[in-house]
C-alpha cells in the first residue's frame, strides 16, 4: 500500500474513533465538562500560578527569571515524558489492535494509528506552558519576533518529548526475547522516566550551584530536550536571535532522529512483538486452604464500615497487589517531589516551588483518579454479581472511595511525614499538618468518584471509551466542580509551599506568628474538602445507580 | 418459597416478559424450559431484583423483592448465564470474598472447599481465574454462591460450557442441595437434564409462560406419551398447537 492510501485510511480510522467518542457521552453538559470546562480550569489555574511568579520577579536579576523559566521547563518536560510514555504505551497495547495488525498495515502505519488519538491532548500541554513564556517576554521587553519562536520552541519540545516516548515504549517492546506483561513494560517505561529525572540531579551532585542559571542550564543538562527548549526561549526574550536558533535547529533534529527511529523500530518489529504484550499479574502460590478473613490488611481503616464493604475494599485491593503497575502514578510523583524539592532556591522566595508545585497538584489528582477509575474498570459486569447480593449503591461507592483513599493517604502521609523530618518541623505542627493533609486527601479521592464514573477522569484514553450516563440534572453538579479543581490547587501549593521553605505550615505559623494563616488554611481546607464531598458523594452515587440501571435496561450487559 | 407474580416486562413498548407467574415450593427443583429470546433471562433477572418488573411482584420466602430488596437478596444465589468473577484473583480469593460480601461464618469455607474438590478444582484454585476455561469459571461462581446457603438458587443455562463430568457433578450437587430444602429454579436448553433431574417444568415462548407442571401432567394435558424434547417442540410448535391460547 502506497504511504498515500496509507494515510487516507488512517484518517478514516480517527473518524470512526471519534464517532465511537462521542457516541459514548451521553449527555451534553458532561461533554462540555470534560473536554471544555475542566480543561480550561486547569489552564488559568497553571496560568495565575506562573504568570503571577514571573511578574512578581519582574526586579529580580535576570539569572533567576531565566533559572525560573528553566526550572518550570524541566519540571514540566519530565512530567510530560512521564505521561508521554504511559499514554504511548496504553495506545500500543489497548485490546483491538488485532484487528490492524490483521489488516495488510505496515508497522509504521500501526503506530501512527495509534498515537493519532493522543497526540491532541499532548499537545494541550503546549499551551499550558505559553502564558509563562509569553509573561517572561513583557518583563525581557522582548522583541516581536520572540513570540512566535515561543510557540515554535514549546511545541517542537512537546513534539520531541513525545517521539522519545515512543521511542523508550518501543524500545522496551522491541528488547529482549521473552514473553512482556503489560505489568513489567509499565514498569519499565516509568522506571525510564524516573531516571530521567534523576539522573540529571546526580550528574549535578557536586558542589550545588548556588546560582539557579549554572545549574539547570549548564553544560551538563544541555541534551535534554526540555532545557534546549528554555534555552531557545530565554535566548529569544533577552534578543539574542542566534543563541536562540541553536537549541531550535538542535531540538528539530532530536525530534526527526526519534521519529524516524521509532518509524524504524515499528516497520521491523512492531507486528512481531505487539502480540506478546500479554496481561500481566501472578498470583503466589496459596496455603491451600480458603483463608479466613482474620489478620487481613487495612484492618484500621476498615473497621467502622459494614461486612460487605470491607469484602469489597479487600477484594479489590489483592487485586491491586497483582497489578502494581497502577501505583506507579504515585512513586513517580514522590520521586520528582523529591527532585523538584532539592532544587537550590536562591532567594528562598519560595517562588520557584511556587510555580512547580501545581504540577504537583495535578500529578496527585491523575494517580489518585487514575485508581479510581480502574477500581470501576472491574465492575463492568460484575456489578451484576453486587446488585444481586445484599449490597447498596451507596455500599459499593464507599467501598470505593476507601480502596483509593488507603493507598492515597498512605502515601501522601509518608512525603509528609518526610518532609516534616527534612525541616525539623516541630512534634505538634506536624500533627496538624498530617490531620490537614489527611482532610484534604479525602476530599480529593471523594471528588474523583464521579469523575471515575463518568468514566472520563483525566486519562484520555480511557474518556473515549468508557460511556458516560450521567443524567443533565446531575452534570450540572459535576460543572460546580471545575472551579473546585482550581481552588484544590491553590489550597495544597499554599498550604505546602510554606511546607517546602520553612518546614511545616503551621511551623511558618509558629515563627511568624500569625494566627491568620492558621485560621486561613484550616477553613479553608475544612470548606473546599466538605463541598469536595457531598458534591462527590451525591453526584457519584446517582451517576452509579443511573449508569447500573442503563448498563441492565439497554441490555448493555449482554 | 419463591412466588412469580403476574410479572410483566417492557422494553420500549414490546412485551419481554408477559404476565407471567408460578410457585415454587421449598426444596423443588424447577425446570424453565424456553427457545432463544422466549424471556427466561429477563424473567430470572426480574427474580434477582436486578430488573425492576413492569408490573407484578417477587416474593423470597415471606419478603417482597420490591418491598425489601436486601432481605429478599440475601437469602437468593443466582447464577447467571455468563459467569461474573473478578479475573486477578484466584479461585479460593473469590470463594472468600463471596462469603465475606454476605457476612458469612468461617465454617461456610470448609463446604467449599468440598465443593472444590468436588469440581476438581482443587488444584486450579490458587491460580488466578483469568487462566480458567469457561467451564471452570461456571464452576467456581456456582460454588461462591453456594458460600451464603441460599434458600433460593436461581441458574440461567449453567450447563453451558461445562464438560459432561462437571454437568454430572452439578446434576449431583442440585439434587443434595434439593434434599436440603433449598428451591432451585433452572434454565437449560438440554432437554433431558430437565427431564432426569426437574420436579416441574414450566416452557416460556414469547413472553409467555405456556406450559407448567410435572412431566405426567403434561403429557396428560397434550394427550402425548412422548419425551420432554417431542413435548418441548409440540408445544413451542404453533402449527402443531392444539385449541390453547
Ligand atoms: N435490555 C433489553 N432491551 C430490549 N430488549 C430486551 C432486553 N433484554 C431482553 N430483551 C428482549 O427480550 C426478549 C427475551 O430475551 P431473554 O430473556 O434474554 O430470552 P432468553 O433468555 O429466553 O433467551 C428477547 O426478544 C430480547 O430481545
Ligand atoms: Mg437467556
Redesign the pocket.
Known amino acids: 500500500m502506497s504511504w498515500r492510501e496509507q494515510w487516507h485510511k488512517l484518517r478514516q480510522l480517527r473518524k470512526w474513533e471519534r464517532l465511537m467518542a462521542t457516541r459514548s457521552i451521553k449527555s451534553r453538559t458532561v461533554w462540555v465538562l470534560l473536554r471544555i470546562v475542566a480543561p480550561l480550569a486547569v489552564f488559568a489555574f497553571v496560568t495565575l500560578a506562573s504568570v503571577t511568579t514571573m511578574l512578581g520577579l519582574a526586579g529580580a536579576p535576570a539569572a533567576l527569571q531565566a533559572g525560573l523559566i528553566a526550572l518550570a521547563a524541566f519540571a514540566a518536560g519530565a512530567f510530560l515524558l512521564y505521561v508521554d510514555i504511559m499514554v504511548v504505551f496504553n495506545q500500543l497495547s489497548a485490546q483491538p489492535y488485532e484487528i490492524l495488525l490483521a489488516a495488510p498495515f505496515s508497522g509504521r502505519f500501526v503506530l501512527m494509528a495509534r498515537l493519532a488519538a493522543a497526540v491532541r491532548s499532548v499537545f494541550l500541554y503546549a499551551a499550558l506552558g505559553l502564558p509563562l513564556a509569553i509573561a517572561y517576554g513583557i518583563i525581557q521587553r522582548a522583541p516581536v519576533w520572540y513570540y512566535p519562536l515561543a510557540v515554535v520552541a514549546l511545541i517542537l519540545t512537546v513534539a520531541t518529548l513525545l517521539a522519545l516516548a515512543t521511542l523508550i515504549v518501543l524500545a522496551v517492546l522491541c528488547s529482549g526475547r521473552h514473553r512482556i506483561t503489560r505489568e513489567s513494560l509499565a514498569f519499565v517505561s516509568t522506571g525510564i522516566a524516573i531516571a530521567v529525572v534523576v539522573v540529571p540531579r546526580l550528574i549535578e551532585l557536586g558542589p550545588v550551584a548556588q546560582q539557579v542559571q549554572s545549574d539547570l542550564l549548564g553544560p551538563a543538562f544541555a541534551w535534554i530536550p526540555m532545557v534546549m527548549g528554555a534555552r531557545a526561549i530565554i535566548a529569544g526574550g533577552l534578543g539574542q536571535g542566534g543563541a536562540a536558533a541553536m537549541p531550535i535547529v538542535l531540538l528539530a533534529a532530536t525530534c526527526a532522529l526519534a521519529t524516524w527511529m521509532a518509524m524504524f523500530l515499528a516497520d521491523r518489529f512492531l507486528h512481531d512483538r505487539i502480540g506478546r504484550v500479554q496481561e500481566g499479574g501472578v498470583a503466589k502460590r496459596g496455603s491451600g486452604r480458603v483463608r479466613t478473613s482474620q489478620g487481613r490488611s487495612g484492618s484500621l481503616l476498615l473497621r467502622p464500615f459494614s461486612p460487605a464493604i470491607r469484602a469489597m475494599v479487600r477484594k479489590d485491593w489483592t487485586r491491586l497487589r497483582r497489578v502494581p503497575s497502577e501505583l506507579l502514578g504515585f512513586a513517580f510523583s514522590v520521586v520528582y517531589f523529591w527532585v523538584i524539592l532539592m532544587h537550590p532556591d536562591p532567594g528562598q522566595t519560595g517562588a520557584l516551588t511556587g510555580t512547580t508545585l501545581p504540577w504537583l497538584v495535578v500529578l496527585v489528582i491523575f494517580s489518585s483518579n487514575r485508581l479510581t477509575l480502574s477500581s470501576f474498570g472491574i465492575e463492568r459486569e460484575q456489578v451484576v454479581l453486587l446488585l444481586s447480593a445484599p449490597v447498596s449503591s451507596s455500599e459499593i461507592l464507599q467501598a470505593k472511595w476507601l480502596y483509593t483513599l488507603g493507598p492515597s493517604l498512605l502515601w501522601t502521609e509518608l512525603v509528609v511525614a518526610v518532609f516534616d523530618v527534612i525541616g525539623r518541623t516541630p512534634l505538634d505542627a506536624s500533627l496538624w499538618t498530617a490531620l490537614l493533609t489527611a482532610w484534604i486527601v479525602a476530599g480529593a479521592t471523594l471528588l474523583s468518584l464521579p469523575f471515575a464514573i463518568s468514566g472520563a477522569a483525566f486519562v484520555p484514553r480511557r474518556a473515549a471509551q468508557r460511556a458516560i450516563y450521567v443524567k443533565p440534572g446531575s452534570s450540572l453538579s459535576l460543572l460546580a466542580l471545575a472551579p473546585y479543581l482550581a481552588l484544590q490547587g491553590a489550597l495544597m501549593a499554599f498550604s505546602m509551599a510554606p511546607l517546602v521553605g520553612g518546614g511545616g505550615f503551621f511551623a511558618t505559623f509558629l515563627v511568624t506568628g500569625r494566627l491568620w494563616h492558621v485560621a486561613l488554611g484550616v477553613g479553608a481546607s475544612l470548606l473546599v474538602a466538605a463541598l469536595a464531598g457531598s458534591i462527590g458523594w451525591s453526584t457519584g452515587s446517582e451517576a452509579w445507580r443511573h449508569r447500573s440501571l442503563m448498563m441492565?435496561?439497554?441490555?448493555s450487559l449482554? | 418459597m419463591l412466588v412469580a407474580q403476574s410479572l410483566v416486562k417492557t422494553?420500549?413498548g414490546t412485551h419481554?416478559?408477559d404476565h407471567v407467574s408460578f410457585t415454587l415450593k421449598e426444596g423443588e427443583l424447577f425446570g424453565f424450559l424456553?427457545p432463544?429470546?422466549?424471556?427466561?433471562?429477563?424473567?430470572i433477572r426480574m427474580l434477582t431484583g436486578l430488573l425492576t418488573p413492569t408490573s407484578g411482584e417477587v416474593w423470597i420466602g415471606p419478603h417482597s423483592m420490591q418491598k425489601s430488596p436486601k432481605e429478599a437478596k440475601r437469602r437468593l444465589g443466582y447464577l447467571p448465564d455468563k459467569p461474573l468473577v473478578y479475573e486477578k484473583l484466584t479461585g479460593r480469593e473469590y470463594i472468600r470474598f463471596m462469603a465475606e460480601l454476605y457476612d458469612m461464618p468461617d465454617d461456610v469455607l470448609e463446604q467449599a472447599e468440598r465443593h472444590l474438590e468436588e469440581f476438581e478444582l482443587k488444584d486450579a484454585a490458587d491460580q488466578m481465574i483469568s487462566g480458567y476455561s469457561h467451564g471452570m469459571k461456571q464452576k467456581i461462581a456456582l460454588i461462591g454462591q453456594l458460600t451464603h446457603r441460599p434458600e433460593v438458587l436461581l441458574l440461567d443455562e449453567p450447563t453451558v460450557g461445562l464438560d459432561p463430568k462437571g454437568a454430572r457433578t452439578l446434576r449431583d450437587i442440585l439434587r443434595g442441595l434439593c434434599s436440603q430444602g433449598v428451591t432451585i429454579l433452572i434454565?437449560t436448553h438440554l432437554l433431558p437434564i430437565a427431564e432426569m433431574l426437574c420436579d416441574r417444568v414450566g416452557i416460556?415462548e414469547k413472553?409467555h409462560l405456556i406450559a407448567l407442571g410435572t412431566l405426567a401432567e403434561l403429557q396428560a394435558e397434550y394427550s402425548t406419551s412422548a419425551g420432554l424434547e417431542d413435548l418441548f417442540l409440540q408445544v413451542t410448535d404453533p402449527g402443531q398447537r392444539g385449541g390453547e391460547a
Open positions: 441492565l435496561q439497554s441490555g449482554e | 422494553f420500549n419481554a416478559v424456553g432463544n429470546g422466549a424471556g427466561k433471562t429477563t424473567t434454565s416460556m413472553g
